[in-house]
């Protein structure tokens, strides 16, 4: 990775990576016919590949899915499961109508899916850092999902995670094996537009919270530790 | 976030993007003096509160810690777990030296600490895709720790996550209620510098894997699909 190797980011770096984070999106609509290449693929993957692990473990494998016979076994599973969603919502009738106009996957109109699993038993049984937090290696899984997902991001690829499925389909259709959990089913395709805000925020689903409303000083609920005044002082201009 | 907003990236700015992932590492050393300025920090967690998350539901919080006292009693948490994993290493006298050589957490040495945690119940208890996949929502908790990791790394900012940590210990000493789960302890830094390969992967206490060992085609453990063979054969001369 020498060729990638820097010590140092210029501001405006810095402006661009955060322009990559900021415009990210789940994306399940706006798909459009062309193709990722391969080479681009590749370096996506690679994206993942290099995400952190927990006793460097990279317990993440890719499964790389186009065909369309698997995809609507993948697609009935959302089906069946929006369906109990639906049904759920059943005491507030306005939700329910608002859930079912809501756009939640695009498993059939993406150029690539993929399922991203988890393996316990990579380098194992002895793994550092995970011995005492054992649900730690789910966490690398994850973290390479996003390092994907931005990636994805960068060279114009939308990435829609669906997770109205269920695991025990998914395991049937992709012959998963027991000791193989999978975390994430991706639906990877370029799309004409990314929004500027999230669907479930466009649709006044959720409202984002303020930054200053997940934080907290020293303690669990804690907001007037006395190291962090000038901090506080802060927000009220960048949140 | 328009300032921020942007349809498509440039090649330069792919290329700097993935310089930010494959620079990025686990620090837990050569830590230095300097302070991480406020909007600095404010900047990073910004960056993890734009991760995406399930049903748009964003259930994380970010306890930030400077205070001694409370540092010292996590460092003790983490000394009496690398006790237990030493142990565990009892039949392998090779391994359990190496382990020891091992510089496994900045807890003191770091400018700040954050611990960051899952609450199930925000918006909850409906939660698009969270009623199939329950552990959905801290999924997306890891999401946000990548990003946060991601911007640190652009800001010239390490990070290492501890978790030879007792998650029973984190909720006493943090005062973390029974709904929050403990996801992360981070421990953030100014550098000397970044290595160019993982610190696990440099004492030769494992090696990356190739990237074509963690992909199938269309199921598990299938890589024969005639869909992926011009992938197949660019992966020798890019992976």
């Known amino acids: 990775m020498t060729d990638h190797f820097c010590q140092e980011f210029s501001e405006l770096e810095k402006e661009i990576f955060y322009k990559v984070v900021f415009s990210r999106r789940d994306v399940r ?10 080479k681009i693929l ?62 939640l996957e695009g498993i059939l109109e993406s150029d690539i899916n993929i399922c991203v699993t988890y393996d316990h038993n990579r380098f194992g049984p002895f793994v550092i850092g995970r011995m005492t937090i054992e649900e730690a290696g789910i ?10 997902w931005l990636a994805s991001r ?15 389909d998914l395991r ?37 919270l303020d930054l200053k409303d997940t934080i907290f000083f020293e303690k669990w609920n804690e907001n007037t530790n006395i190291h962090w005044d000038s901090f506080k002082s802060l927000f009220q201009y960048n949140c």
Chains 1, 2 share one sequence.
Do not use: M, T
């Open 154 to 168: 960068v060279e114009g690829i939308g990435v829609g995670w669906v997770s109205i499925l269920n695991n025990s």
């Open 42 to 103: 590749i370096k996506i993957l690679k994206a993942a590949h290099h995400a952190p692990s927990v006793g460097f473990s990279q317990p993440w494998n890719f499964i790389l899915i186009k065909d369309e016979i698997i995809r609507k076994d993948i697609k009935n599973s959302f089906l069946n499961e929006r369906l109990k969603d639906f049904n759920l919502l059943e005491n507030d009738k306005v939700k329910q109508k608002k859930y079912l106009e809501l756009k």
């Open 139 to 148: 966490y690398s899984v994850c973290c390479a999902i996003q390092n994907l």
């Open 29 to 38: 609509k706006n798909f459009i016919e062309k193709k990722i290449e391969d």
């Open 172 to 208: 049937k259709i992709l012959n998963l094996p027991e000791n193989i959990k999978p975390i994430a089913y991706l639906c990877l395709g370029f799309v004409d537009e990314f929004n500027d805000s999230p669907d479930l925020e466009k649709s006044n689903w959720l409202k984002r």
